[in-house]
């Protein structure tokens, strides 16, 4: 009989379980003789066995503020690999739904943690339970898996079904099909956009594929939890080699497929009858996708696809795109802001298609839905967001209310709403039928004007602001100070005597960051890929996870240092705290001792960054205890620290009105060329 498996906690998992601070946690290890030795890990990062903590927190009166969900994760994390913890997660999933038949092969301790699971999820909720586990399990894995974001999912399902659940009464099937469906946001979303549906008597049916069986298992536990039933048809295959749902045809289809493959199945499906708009070449597997989702939807039906902006451009699918709108097939091309899915870095694009009804092949195949939501919300500079999902779902909506109809009848655009057009289809079957939306959509003329009037106000603005700035930088004395040059001190010397706190940010541990968190649920994390995309924090941590983390955090008024040579930078943290990652240093001053703005000043001063480096080269970490502050009176400090606050100002505007003067160089440049403006 094998030995149970070994479960190991960090400090910071320990002050997780425990409710408590991770500083209440070194403390107790400090302070009781008996907390238990570590296991595992090394001296900076121990691990400690979770049945002796466990044991150790009740003998001491500590566990009464554990949550028993927490308590969970460790132990399905040391079950082994991926496949391993997700399939337990998947078989608490079909318990709690109630599906008490043959499910996974479990080892003895998995069926004995599974089925306390179980028990905690009837006492606390079974969705709640299983949505905790699967969550973490996705942090985990979050390099392996790709998932479609809650409301973006929410979005894809509304416009794919709106058409749809608008002619549907009681008594009439609706099916949804996601032949990728990964972990199953999208048909998790088509569940809740037909519970309406349900109650009125449609039989909503949910059929989902996966070439990965413990992702499949994992959405078809998630949909019966939800209440979806039996009508619920989840299997483990190739949708595209081996589709198991070819006789089911299905009124809707979503689909995030996975992009870029080169191995989809080209020479065995090359003569496959999917393919009536043409044989999808083998670098455009995600046009595979698509003549899939069209092949299984009845006439009439609706397909909402998320695809990389490349499939809309490539030389290689024109033909294909050109098939699609010549048939009318394809209704709508929506370019969606950078952040929304992965890879957040691009504007990725949603498809929308309908199947045509024969007989009725020409009707509405006239003109194209192009809707830019990327250029209608812009980064800021070059400044990496999440995307305002009220604001952009609300616009994308207004524009198929508006502007569009997916059902074939013919509707005027009552009002020209910028960043969306209606365009004839013949004008899109060039030689390279490219359905990039922005492209084709050209600001309206009033929408241009104010945005422009608005751009040069802030110009004007920024002129007087770096006029002013100027004159008071022109008026310093830079003529040599007479006397000898006062001592200077390091940052290092300046903490031994408590004139400043020096902190060094940390990693947070695998799964603890999260996106998407408003501001009420959690601070952001500043980390260095952030700075070096030029973006804002992605990432938020809760208070619990604060507390468990023992996070380093910057309040308004400490200085934030980046301690990396060619990406050094120092400044004066305003605004909400933040926490901060590793290369990343919080410095917190004695108002009484020190002048914030001086100091700041002081550390980025391009020579004594030099003269701190560590190596020569411009990647290597800058040793912050070596920067030098000149040692000066207070009251010359804050002389000091008014001139570098006027320096850094100086600063902001100029890179301001560089970019904006730049934008303002680009949008006059393309009026002029339209003969939307003239000389006068």
């Keep these: ?56 927190l009740r003998d001491n009166g ?39 038949g043959g499910g996974s092969e479990l080892d003895a301790e998995t069926a004995v943690l599974v089925e306390q699971t179980v028990e905690l999820g009837r006492r606390e909720g079974g969705w709640e339970t299983f949505e905790f586990l699967l969550r973490r399990w996705l942090d985990v894995h979050v390099r392996q898996i790709t998932t479609t974001p809650q409301p973006l999912a929410a979005l894809m399902a509304e416009l794919a079904l709106s058409p749809v659940l608008d002619v549907q009464e009681g008594g009439d099937a609706l099916t949804v ?33 996966d070439r990965d069986p413990v992702l499949a298992a994992l959405t078809d536990a998630r949909l019966r939890l939800s209440g979806a039933g ?88 024109r033909r294909i795109r050109r098939s699609l709108l010549r048939t009318g097939t394809l209704r709508a091309v929506v370019a969606l802001p950078p952040g929304c899915a992965a890879p957040h870095s691009v504007s990725l694009h949603l498809w929308v298609l309908r199947a045509p009804i024969p007989g009725e092949e020409a009707q509405g195949a006239g003109r194209l839905l192009l809707v830019d939501a990327a250029s209608r919300f812009p980064r800021d500079g070059s400044r990496e967001v999440l995307p305002d999902w009220t604001a ?43 359905l990039t939306p922005g492209r084709h959509i050209t600001p309206l003329p009033e929408d241009t004007a104010q945005r422009l009037a608005a751009s040069w106000r802030e110009f004007a603005e920024l002129a007087e602001g770096v006029g002013t700035s100027a004159r008071l930088l022109a008026a310093l ?50 980390t260095f890929s952030d700075l070096l995309s030029g973006g804002e924090p992605r990432g938020r941590l809760t208070p619990e996870d ?76 800058i040793d912050v205890r070596r920067l030098q502050v000149r040692q000066v009176p207070l009251e010359e400090q804050r002389r000091y620290g008014e001139a570098f606050g006027e320096l850094a100002a100086f600063e902001r505007l100029v890179g301001r009105a560089a970019e904006l003067g730049g934008t303002l160089v680009r949008d006059l440049g393309d009026e002029l060329a339209s003969g939307r403006l003239v000389g006068r």
Aim: proline content about 8%; aromatic content about 6%; overall charge negative.
């Design 230 to 317: 039996p009508s619920v048809d989840v299997r483990a295959t190739d949708s595209l080699r081996e589709d198991p749902f070819a006789d089911r045809p299905a009124d809707v289809a979503l689909c995030n497929p996975p992009f870029n493959e080169r191995e989809w199945g080209y020479e065995e499906l090359a003569t496959d009858a999917r393919w009536s708009h043409g044989l999808p070449p083998r670098t455009e597997p995600e046009l595979a996708w698509v003549q899939h989702c069209l092949a299984r939807l009845r006439p009439g039906g609706t397909a909402v696809l998320l695809l990389p902006p490349a499939v809309s451009a490539r030389r290689a699918g």
């Design 477 to 526: 004395d830079l003529s040599a100070a007479a006397g000898d040059t006062p001592t200077a001190t390091t940052v290092a010397d300046l903490a031994r005597a408590g004139a400043l706190t020096l902190r060094v940010g940390q990693q947070p541990p695998d799964g603890m960051v999260r996106e998407g968190l408003s501001p009420e649920e959690g601070i952001s994390l500043l």
């Design 1 to 56: 009989m094998s030995s149970p498996r070994a479960v190991l906690v960090t400090l910071a998992e320990i002050s997780r379980l425990a409710g408590v601070g991770r500083a209440a946690v070194s403390n107790w290890r400090r302070r009781h003789p008996t907390f238990p030795a570590r296991v595992g890990g090394t001296d900076t990062g121990p691990q400690f066995s979770m049945s002796q903590i466990e044991t150790w």
């Design 177 to 209: 099909l996601d032949p990728a469906c990964g972990v199953g946001h999208l048909l998790t979303a088509a569940a809740e956009a037909t519970d309406g549906a349900r109650s009125d008597g449609v039989d909503v049916r949910l059929l989902g594929g």
């Design 62 to 100: 500590k566990l009464d503020k554990a949550a028993e969900r927490e308590w969970l994760w460790p132990r399905f994390d040391a079950l082994g690999g991926r496949d391993e913890t997700g399939t337990a997660v998947a078989e608490v999933g079909r318990r709690l739904a109630g599906d008490s």
């Design 546 to 621: 604060l507390a468990a983390f023992e996070a380093v955090v910057a309040e308004a008024g400490d200085i934030v240092v980046v301690g990396v040579a060619r990406n050094f930078a120092a400044w004066v943290h305003e605004g909400p705290p933040i926490a901060l990652g590793p290369q990343l240093y919080s410095v917190r001053v004695q108002p009484e001792q020190l002048d914030v703005r001086f100091l700041a000043g002081s550390l980025r001063a391009p020579a004594n960054v030099r003269q701190a480096g560590t190596h020569t080269t411009s990647s290597s970490r």
């Design 392 to 434: 952009m779902t609300s616009f994308v909506r207004e524009a198929f209310g508006e502007a569009h109809s997916l059902d074939g009848g013919a509707r005027e655009t009552p009002a020209a709403l910028p960043y969306v057009r209606e365009v004839p289809v013949i004008d899109l079957l060039g030689e390279e039928a490219d």
